[in-house]
């Protein structure tokens, strides 16, 4: 089993989301997060004095996922995240060693 | 009405005067005198009616994504400080100011020239006009629930100063300034005409004219924070007694009825909006309790000073159904008014000024006039007369100022600005650091 | 009790009139007629009080565990819209109708038949009602404390109907509106008994048997926002001098003298809570202020027209620790009274009553009457007797209402929807999206 | 300076009064005899400016960062019950008692003894005490936007105590209570100097004395909750009409004009700031708004009775660019004022002051004096005097009191419990749990 | 070394929490984060608008542990937050190359 | 590629990214979580009532770098998070075998 993380920018989740649907992934977790990268942030002001805040809000996106569904699993998501413009965000892929679903105690492969 | 009433009295008074030879200032003297009490009422009213613009501040400000949540409530803010200028230089002036040919007042009293403490009617003259600004800023502040989390701050605030001038300074010379409609006899207690459906249907306008928020309707865009909107109507409904019992320009039994009928038109609409969500969708919601209450207070503001308590309750609770139905519409409509202010106030606004002319009736002020209810069917064409005219006058000068400010400066703020947030792309700030 | 005097001074100038054979018109216009400044005073306690309700709203909504902040306003919210129509249309008649064998108003004021802008005592008729009004208002949004996060919304809209008919209009007619206790010349203020009493006991009730909350005591549910319930009670504070202030009934040296107490009062017991808090923990905390801040305001309550300022000094302190120490019994006696309405309004309803017995003076005001400290222990006996049958009336009626909607249509959501949360489940909304 | 009036006035009539041999009785009924409208306006003069200590609690609150938002309404909502004692025990004896050497009352009114519902001027004199209560406990709250973030909650509590004691309680004297600058003839309509000069002053005095927070100026220290600022200014705004038309101590023209004056600065002042940062920042700020309104509201305090509304509108223009420099200028002086306690009330109040000194005109206020642009350079040299003593008074007093207190406890919170945040390590609690 | 990370429902991390420390583990980082999968979402209705909400809060609980502790590990958590009804989680077991304290520098099994 | 996760003393943050930015690295996510360790939590009242909380504010720190810069970019962390008392932390170090920039879609070395 692989785990697909990827960080997203957060108004492309529900499109990421549908991509996802459409290949047949029905699970995944979602968190909010900050990232920092090549995509400049942007400066407040509070009483004239300017603060630079360089960490964007991003959305992580986390799918569990047999081997043999990654790729089509990474071209979803490029596809739903992808707008062409400084930080799209990126997708890691990692490996589980075992998933356990805790309502039923089933593990590996049935388990997602 | 009851400044038609005071102002009635006042002429004829100084006619009475004037026939019996007797010096203009005794008449004065009869006429307007300052009454602590009624001055009293007058102040807090006016203080309570200031407080309801940050009221709406909050009231939409918690309906809008998190990201927009500060620019929302500075459409609201910078009226207060825009406004109170205009109002202070040249805006009452234009309202209140010597009437010139039934259509407006002159520049005579600008800078409020001659608007000082002296008595005008049981109050300061001052006073009187501080209490008319505080109307003249709500009503801008009402239009921004349609251009919010898309209108460029700049543009706003030219719009807004062009709006009043041009717009509303007009409708308020007409109805309360010695205008047409004022001669006309059509009632608006405090502000059906001039505030709300004004309002309202500059609002239909800038939402169409400005088009749909980025990702409207596919993308959900929930209320970031309802406590926050919940508070807004509640400091809504507090500052409306001031806005409607005020209207009575004077503590006693006028006050006191009016107060009366905007507590109870404002909960028989609770519970219509409430029930007819209830029995629509199968849920009774806090933003439905919220909306509910201002549109009972938007539909009992032509009539609150006019009509019996239980006249009343039937205002709200239609209002309630009315406001939920036309809010229902819009999505089948097309437009985007981001925060229904068209939906409430021009459509409660409407039904309040029809209202008045089927509920109103003499026994609770003898000022005033019966409505079709009581016997009297001319008083509903007045008050059809007065609403389509000002419908209409609104939509065209809404539509040309909206067009010169576009070809100018642009209303919309930028796609990337959009998607960011006003917040940060308009004001470089956010709302919250948690 | 200033509306006792008011009504006596009424009588007797009626019999007076009548023995002298003037015509009772007459009479009329020496006791009654409206006076401007004391119009203006009662207005604004009016929407002071009005302001109390989304107060107490906030108070209790960032007490409560987020999920539930919604549903926990949604009680109070739809109290101003159920008990506004209640009083309309029945409840006022019932309280302040012609009395019926000391116990109850009739129905002869149905639909506020009557209750105009004509004067009763020095304000309009229609005022006196509405102040009125918004205290029926808050007592049942006072409840919801201690049903919070539980209840369904349905029944406890069912439960406030009735509760305030059958309880709150009898209690109110009893000690303002003619009743035996009016009679027998206990005092209460501003509503120890009629309000806070009955509130509080009536809440206890409520937490008894509607059982705990999901997971009390061992799983920690601290309170989601204290910010909102500090601006809660500010809010409550700002409204309850309306409240005290306002039962004046006029503006003038009695409003001013109860203000004075009511501020007095309510430090006092700010201070006293936290010092007890401080302590007793260690700390002094926010909700420690906010928490002693009510005990204050409410302990005062029925005092507030008959104590010197030192006194209310008296009250307010020891009204913050016996309230700081029923919260900490409840512990003890494991009951799950979510956000103490009986801890803090039951006790210290209970305590200012009381108190009123021992240090009321005629120096204050000359209609009140001499309590123990003054040389007259028939005052405390009278305080005792109406505190007691006032709980006992409340506990009775209240557990046959709580058995009957029980049975009918069940008191307690589901316990998915416990857990999932009553915004969600009772009303389809979040109360916050960030 | 309205008060200096009523008091001369009375001491005229007194004086005739025994000339012609009358009785004082009588001299009293003339002089003194409660107005009901007067009364009512400061009943609710009275309850707004109460208000406005919990509005600052959110204006601060909103600034300061989410661990340290408890802490920081702590300090204001203390001072309410703190300072209410103080009051009533003995602060209203020393500012308001008979004068001993034109600098201090005397304990004559320990405990508020004599101070009844009797009339002084046309208001109960409980009342007059209540409404001068609240001034006193803004001040001190105004002074915690300095220390916010750092200063332990005890040391606080004892400083306010000794602080009101010793540099409130005597400036009021002076200034309104019989006291030298009241003699001199020196103008402060609402407390420009007792209020915020001296607050600002004392403010400037902590921020040096406790040092910087830590991590300042390096790390960021943005506002956790602007739209709780934006609520807190919102309220400040709303009570300080009670606070400045209040001032008038009765209802009527004077209060009329003071409102006019009050709202027109405030919204220049807004104009004012937004624009300066518009020009030096690129974009007008929410935070910029709230912080405007307050500069406008401090600088036409000392002035509201005295000017004409474009008057107003000037130094209301002006406060808001002044403050927003003397903003700016902190960064550069290298002192940790956290939330501009100085910059904006004790800059602002000093414009005022001496703005006063300009723009003060009898045409307004007959009871005032022409200012320097009316012809008369006296008053501004008056002006200048009272402000420098006051600033330098504070300063010392102030200086001393934090010395003798961080001797005795320390007035700084450990270096662990300030990077933990207040709220949890002096209360103990969170402010939200979300 | 051994990640274990477990998506649970919020109300049970109490008990999660209690059975890790009978178990011996004292440490564990724990998020916020939203779940979506089988288990269905809600409605939300705001001015008679229907959103569905499709995903839900629930709890993300991270611990490292030896790979020895692995297995009582995951049966913790299973009783812990067991229900058996829809939405109950998952638990993912993923290889830690190394761990370091922070505070001490100290490193592999010492450092957890 | 590995993924270095830190879980941090929140108002370290500025100074780990500023050591980071040091040695080369521009990229990296970040997010709020709690923590449950040695460190102690702290005791809320309510009311008089006592909770003790024992999940503290922590911050994670989310790098996946190429393996050759691991362990300067561990130095560099343990430099900007270190304070020598209870709670400051962990690193873990986990294998990544994708990387993907979803604007571009390079993979490996050069999407990070
Ligand atoms: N080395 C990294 N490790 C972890 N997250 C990263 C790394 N580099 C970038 N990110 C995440 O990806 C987001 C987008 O990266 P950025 O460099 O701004 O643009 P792009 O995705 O177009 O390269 C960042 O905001 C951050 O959350
Ligand atoms: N493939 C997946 N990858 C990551 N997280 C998942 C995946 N499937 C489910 N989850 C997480 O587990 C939670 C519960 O899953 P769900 O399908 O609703 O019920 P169950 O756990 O009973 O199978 C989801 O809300 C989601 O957070
Ligand atoms: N076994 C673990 N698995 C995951 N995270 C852990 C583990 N142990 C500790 N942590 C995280 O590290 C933080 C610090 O740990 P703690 O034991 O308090 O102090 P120290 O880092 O000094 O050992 C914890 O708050 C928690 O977030």
Redesign the interface.
Known sequence: MKKIEAIIKPYKLSEVQERLNEIGVHGMTVSEVKGYGRQKGHTELYRGAEYSVDFLPKVKIEVVTPEDKVETTVDAILKGAHTGSIGDGKIFVMPVEETVRIRTGERGREAV | MSRVISRLKALLVTLAAMGAMAGPAQAQEVADA????????L??S???V??MT??L??FY?GMV??KN??ST??YS??A???I??QW?LFGYSLAFGPDIGSVIGGFSMF??SG????AQGT??A??F??FQ?MFAIITVALISGAVAERMK?SSFVVFIILWTTLVYDPIAHWVWGGGWIMSLGALDFAGGLVVHISAGVAALVCAVMLGKRH?YPA??M???????T??GA?LL??GW??FN?GSAL????????S??AT??A???S??GW?TA?WL?????????????MVSGLVAITPAAGFV???SA?VIGAVAGVIC?AA??AK?RLGYDDSL?AFGIHGMGGAWGAVATGFFATVA?NSAGADGLFYGNPALLLKQLTSVVVTVLYTLVVTYGLLKAIDAGMGLRVDHEDE??GL??S?????????
Chains 1, 5, 6 share one sequence.
């Open positions: 300052i009454d602590t009490g009624d001055t009293a009422w102040l807090v006016t203080a309570m200031m407080l940050p009221g501040a909050l400000g994504r998190r949540v500060l409530a500075m803010f910078i207060l400080g825009v109170t200028v202070t800078g409020l608007v000082g403490g002296q109050i300061p001052a006073l006009m501080a600004m701050f990702g993308e959900p929930p209320p970031h924070n309802l406590t926050m919940l508070l509640a409904w507090f007694f001031g019992a004077g503590s006693g039994s006028l006050a006191a009825t107060f009366v507590q109870v404002t909960a028989a609770i519970m409430v969500e629509h969708r199968g849920k009774p919601t806090a933003l439905g309790v919220a909306s509910g019996t308590p239980l309750m939920y809010v229902m999505g229904d609770v998607i960011m917040d940060l308009q004001h470089g700030e956010s709302g919250y650091t948690m």
